[in-house]
């Protein structure tokens, strides 16, 4: 996919309409990873909304985001700044060899009590 | 009475007391938890990108089982809570993944989303009540306790209409029919770290800590939860500032019916 077809793509699967954001910021006050996150959340919604696909790929903040939802709630216009992070995400990680874990670097870090939820939800969120 | 039960991948293995403790108490109140026939994981997050349908399928045919078995689909698990409510309020309110999931599953009869899906906290609470679980009672719990409730129970609460979001009461409410004393701190609705502590558990450590040091601020005993990565998150990484339990586990003790598994 060309960089416009992308950008279109995202646009489909977000599940958000990033127009609407006044720019209140509230997402990235409420943000728990905000911190870890080179792209803040108000920034996945802005950039978006203007185009800048660019700044987005290469954003490492994809690999921070909780989906906690925590910005999805506070967000008084409705926006859902996760989903844009996620479309993001899942971009990257369908690309081939993009994946954000390997699976040799698991059992390394396999504890008697790791729960099942843990080891799926990451494969979920990060893998594709 | 008879309910559907989802028990997910985790509570049949690493969250076992979760699981168990909930039966036991269930039975002690007059409830049989039915485990549904051929239940698959339900992935244990809920994938938000509106072209992921696949990874919701598995959702849909629990979904699906309990609408032709009474109607009503108890969960226990947070993450199963999480993506099984939501996939639902797809199948109700999203045509094009309605459409997509049930082209895929050719069912007998479509899937629209009629199946009620119930917290087993939303069951102790609407359907058997905690009045009645006050007087089923035999060991008042008498500590303080902190309930913790993450994310996955309360948001986004458009969906999961679970409890206000920003100042929720059930836990607490819980508490207090065990005859536990409920410690409201400021952290009860903030992340442990979730499914990141895999990628940098130093994220998870500071969220842990947090929680845990505001718990113990406002005086709490132990934390309780329903999620079992947020207890493997908050002992793992809370560095033991105080203790977290499932809150099965101290609905069994206060019911007397611990030692009966």
């Given at each position: 996919?060309?960089?416009?077809?992308?950008?279109?793509?995202?646009?489909?699967?977000?599940?958000?309409?990033?127009?609407?954001?006044?720019?209140?910021?509230?997402?990235?006050?409420?943000?728990?990873?905000?911190?870890?996150?080179?792209?803040?959340?108000?920034?996945?919604?802005s950039?978006?909304?203007?185009?800048?696909?660019?700044?987005?790929?290469?954003?490492?903040?994809?690999?921070?985001?909780?989906?906690?939802?925590?910005?999805?709630?506070?967000?008084?216009?409705?926006?859902?700044?996760?989903?844009?992070?996620?479309?993001?995400?899942?971009?990257?990680?369908?690309?081939?060899?993009?994946?954000g874990?390997?699976a040799e670097?698991?059992?390394?870090?396999?504890?008697?009590?790791?729960?099942?939820?843990?080891?799926?939800?990451?494969?979920?969120?990060?893998?594709? | 009475?008879?309910?559907?039960?989802?028990?997910?991948?985790?509570?049949?293995?690493?969250?076992?007391?979760?699981?168990?403790?909930?039966?036991?108490?269930?039975?002690?109140?007059?409830?049989?938890?039915?485990?549904?026939?051929?239940?698959?994981?339900?992935?244990?997050?809920?994938?938000?990108?509106?072209?992921?349908i696949?990874?919701?399928?598995?959702?849909?045919r629990?979904?699906?089982?309990?609408?032709?078995?009474?109607?009503?689909?108890?969960?226990?698990?947070?993450?199963?809570?999480?993506?099984?409510?939501?996939?639902?309020?797809?199948?109700?309110?999203?045509?094009?993944?309605?459409?997509?999931?049930?082209?895929?599953?050719?069912?007998?009869?479509?899937?629209?989303?009629?199946?009620?899906v119930?917290?087993?906290?939303?069951?102790?609470?609407?359907?058997?009540?905690?009045?009645?679980?006050?007087?089923?009672?035999?060991?008042?719990?008498?500590?303080?306790?902190?309930?913790?409730?993450?994310?996955?129970?309360?948001?986004?609460?458009?969906?999961?209409?679970?409890?206000?979001?920003?100042?929720?009461?059930?836990?607490?409410?819980?508490?207090?029919?065990?005859?536990?004393?409920?410690?409201?701190?400021?952290?009860?609705?903030?992340?442990?770290?979730?499914?990141?502590?895999?990628?940098?558990?130093?994220?998870s450590?500071?969220?842990?800590?947090?929680?845990?040091?505001?718990?113990?601020?406002?005086g709490?005993?132990?934390?309780?939860?329903a999620?079992?990565?947020?207890?493997?998150?908050?002992?793992?990484?809370?560095?033991?500032i105080?203790?977290?339990?499932?809150?099965?586990?101290?609905?069994?003790?206060?019911l007397?019916?611990?030692?009966?598994?």
């Amino acid at each position: 996919m060309d960089k416009r077809e992308i950008l279109e793509n995202v646009v489909r699967i977000c599940g958000t309409d990033v127009k609407r954001c006044m720019k209140c910021g509230k997402c990235s006050g409420r943000c728990p990873a905000f911190n870890e996150m080179d792209v803040k959340p108000h920034q996945f919604v802005s950039y978006l909304a203007s185009g800048q696909i660019d700044k987005l790929l290469d954003s490492k903040a994809i690999w921070y985001c909780l989906s906690c939802m925590a910005c999805v709630e506070r967000c008084p216009r409705g926006v859902a700044p996760q989903g844009v992070v996620e479309a993001i995400r899942n971009t990257i990680a369908r690309e081939q060899g993009k994946n954000g874990i390997k699976a040799e670097d698991i059992p390394p870090i396999i504890d008697d009590r790791i729960p099942q939820q843990l080891l799926v939800s990451a494969y979920r969120k990060y893998n594709k | 009475m008879k309910i559907c039960y989802y028990p997910g991948c985790t509570l049949k293995t690493k969250a076992k007391n979760l699981d168990n403790y909930a039966r036991l108490s269930a039975k002690a109140l007059g409830v049989e938890m039915v485990e549904i026939e051929n239940w698959q994981c339900c992935g244990a997050v809920y994938p938000t990108s509106k072209d992921e349908i696949a990874t919701k399928l598995s959702a849909v045919r629990s979904l699906d089982y309990a609408k032709r078995n009474g109607g009503k689909l108890l969960t226990l698990c947070s993450a199963c809570h999480n993506v099984i409510k939501r996939v639902n309020y797809d199948m109700k309110n999203d045509p094009e993944i309605n459409f997509k999931a049930n082209n895929y599953m050719s069912l007998d009869e479509k899937y629209n989303g009629e199946t009620k899906v119930i917290h087993y906290l939303e069951m102790l609470k609407n359907v058997i009540g905690f009045d009645k679980i006050k007087k089923s009672v035999v060991n008042p719990v008498n500590k303080k306790i902190a309930a913790y409730y993450g994310c996955l129970l309360l948001r986004p609460s458009g969906v999961l209409a679970f409890d206000n979001p920003e100042n929720p009461t059930i836990i607490e409410e819980f508490i207090e029919a065990i005859g536990g004393i409920p410690v409201v701190y400021p952290m009860r609705n903030e992340c442990c770290g979730a499914y990141v502590s895999i990628k940098d558990e130093n994220l998870s450590r500071k969220r842990s800590t947090a929680i845990l040091n505001s718990a113990k601020e406002k005086g709490a005993d132990m934390v309780i939860t329903a999620c079992p990565l947020c207890l493997y998150n908050l002992q793992k990484n809370g560095e033991g500032i105080i203790p977290t339990v499932y809150f099965t586990e101290l609905l069994a003790e206060a019911l007397g019916v611990k030692n009966n598994g």
